[in-house]
């Protein structure tokens, strides 16, 4: 499969104090096209700042990331704008939506911004809604919807334009046990079946039942990666993760 | 298409949001109502106290040199008006008196400004209907049209006009010949009357003074090439004793109260303005900064800042601009429900430039809010600051 992402040796530290802290630490790793993985680890791993690396909001002290064969780096501001709205699909923890457009206007959004308001493009916001459960809420304001309802909106709006990578940032942190794994579920069939990249932050295990690769991060380096499905099941159900062997 | 977005983006938020921006509209509008009534009412101050000076057909109006620019202090004997003429560059000399009375009219007397000029000489106001006066002595008067107005005057009525001398209130009968353009002179309506009947029918202070001789207040007096106004004055000042002459503007620019009457209007226009400026910035700051965590999302997933500025931009355009125009028609409306009586008057050039400070208040007190917009960085959407 082609290679969607690509980060090579990637380090980002912050001056503080006058002390160096390294919030990543030379991390390489390649995601492919219809590849669903996931970014775990504890707290203050590193997990958020490298996805906001990948998706090119945060420049690294040293190392390069390339999605869909185009270097972060080599880019100016305004390219680097463009290319995520066209290349990149987010889902945030909190915030996802404009609170004052509706549904079907929240997702077409990025079809706006990429000057691309076609009538198949709204066709297929709508297709995607109805997929998602929501083609009964298309004139609903995010103030009139679930948590889990809004992320679903959330995840239509990263589908909707095309991405060659979808990046997730705690997609069900608000949500409960069952509308979270429903959430994740709906994420991975879509990333699969229209053959994205999927990056998932979560600290919640459990979500990862669904994901094709499990990276687990501590102190800003990748300590541990699953990829077999035997293997992640077991993550995903806490069963003796320090017997799962690191690949 | 995206060109578009920002009219969007804009439009929606308003239009989802109709309480809040209705707010900032009403706002708005009372501001604009307010700056402009004080404006109008700034207009209508001033022309009552200098409209009869201003639009004298005369270039200098000539005063007791004692009398410190004070028209009611200035006392001139009548045939100052000799001296004057013979002043080289003089075409004509008006000698005009000032005093005040009331007209009987159905209900309560109406006070006015009785204003003694000589026939045919500067002073004497054009009249719109009738005709104008027929000599010095004729028992006729030239109404302004205030008076006409407020008294219910005809051409033709014959009016009693009402003086104190001394410690009577006297009574006068004259014949209305002609009205005249509005004329007030010390915010009040006025009457003109030719200069031996005024010097009869004037309020005098004492007993005395009634039997003293005919005198006037000021001169009026009329160029033979008006671009020589300051030569003129100063050769006034030279060949007449205990006189000086001004232009129009600076005599009633120091009619009692008028510069300070103004510069406060100014003033409480220029704070009302200030007030509307704060209030508008304070808004969409508040609005700004409650949108950061969107406007954070809005950036990381591509917006780019001149999107975002402009959609913001445009809100407080149509914002400032509803308010602006509704205060506006407020303000004419309110205007035209108030009784004459309160001088409110729009002056076009002075509505237009208040109407634009308005307008520009709305995107000056929002330039701070887009700064701030501006500011925020697309990895607040992850919670992340740089």
């Known amino acids: 499969m082609a290679i969607a992402l690509e980060a090579k040796h990637v380090v980002k530290e912050y001056m503080v104090d006058g002390s160096t802290l390294t919030a990543v630490g030379d991390v390489s790793l390649q995601i492919a096209a219809g590849e669903f993985v996931a970014l775990v680890g504890p707290s203050g791993s590193g997990k958020t700042t490298l996805l906001a690396m990948l998706a090119g909001l945060l420049a690294p002290t040293s190392g390069q990331i390339a999605i869909a064969g185009r270097e972060l780096s080599a880019m100016k501001e305004a390219e680097r704008t463009r290319f995520r709205r066209e290349k990149i699909g987010f889902t945030f923890q909190a915030n996802n939506l404009v609170p004052y457009l509706n549904v079907q206007e929240n997702v077409e959004l990025m079809l706006q911004l990429n000057r691309n308001t076609s009538a198949a493009g709204r066709a297929r916001a709508k297709d995607l809604l109805a997929r998602l459960g929501l083609g009964q809420r298309l004139h609903n304001l995010p103030g009139q919807l679930s948590g889990g309802q809004q992320q679903r909106v959330a995840i239509a709006r990263s589908l909707i334009h095309d991405p060659a990578i979808v990046l997730a940032d705690e997609p069900t942190a608000s949500l409960d046990t069952e509308r979270a794994f429903q959430v994740v579920e709906t994420f991975a069939e879509l990333i699969h079946e229209e053959g994205r990249a999927g990056v998932m932050v979560t600290h919640d295990l459990r979500m990862c039942t669904h994901v094709d690769r499990v990276i687990h991060m501590t102190d800003g380096v990748i300590d541990r990666i699953y990829t077999s499905r035997h293997d992640i099941l077991a993550l995903a159900q806490g069963e003796a993760i320090h017997e799962v062997p690191v690949s | ?386």
């Open chain 2, 1 to 386: 298409m995206r060109s578009n977005l920002p009219l969007f983006l804009g439009f929606k938020e308003i239009w989802r949001n109709k309480a809040r921006f209705a707010l900032v509209i009403g706002v708005v509008t009372l501001i604009t109502v307010l700056v402009l009534f004080i404006a109008a009412l700034s207009e209508g101050l001033g022309a009552g106290n200098r409209e009869y000076i201003a639009t004298l057909d005369a270039e200098l109006l000539v005063y007791q040199e004692a009398a410190d620019l004070t028209i009611g202090a200035s006392q001139m004997p009548a045939n100052l008006t000799r001296s004057l003429r013979r002043v080289e560059g003089v075409a004509a000399v008006g000698p005009v008196g000032f005093s005040t009375g009331s007209v009987v009219r159905v209900g309560e007397p109406l006070d006015v400004a009785l204003i003694g000029v000589q026939p045919g000489q500067p002073g004497v106001p054009p009249v719109r209907e009738g005709v104008t006066f027929s000599r010095p002595n004729a028992r006729e008067a030239i109404i302004d049209a205030n008076v006409a107005e407020q008294a219910g005057f005809k051409l033709g009525d014959l009016i009693t006009v009402r003086s104190v001398q001394g410690e009577d209130e006297n009574s006068y009968q004259v014949r209305v010949v002609g009205i005249a353009p509005s004329r007030k002179y010390g915010i009040q309506p006025s009457i003109m009357l030719p200069a031996d009947t005024w010097e009869r029918v004037r309020a005098k202070p004492a007993i005395a003074d009634v039997q003293g001789a005919p005198a006037f207040n000021v001169a009026a007096v009329r160029l033979s090439d008006p671009q020589q106004r300051e030569a003129v004055a100063a050769r006034i000042a030279g060949r007449v004793k205990d006189v000086v002459a001004v232009d129009l503007k600076t005599a009633y620019e120091n009619t009692p109260g008028y510069t300070a009457q103004q510069s406060t209007l100014s003033t409480q226009s220029g704070f009302t303005l200030l007030i509307g400026l704060l209030v508008i910035g304070g808004f969409f700051q508040i609005q700004a900064i409650q949108k950061i965590a969107q406007i954070g999302m809005l950036k990381a997933i591509g917006a780019s800042n001149r999107t975002v500025a402009a959609a913001f931009i445009f809100q407080v355009v149509i914002i400032t601009t509803i308010g602006v125009l509704v205060g506006a028609l407020a303000a004419f409306g309110l205007s035209l429900a108030l009784p004459s009586v309160v001088p409110v008057q729009f002056e076009p050039a002075q509505v237009l430039t208040a109407v634009l400070l308005l307008l520009a208040i709305g995107p000056i007190g929002g330039a701070v809010a887009v700064r701030s917009l501006l500011k925020v960085e697309p990895l607040t959407a992850l919670g992340l600051t740089s």
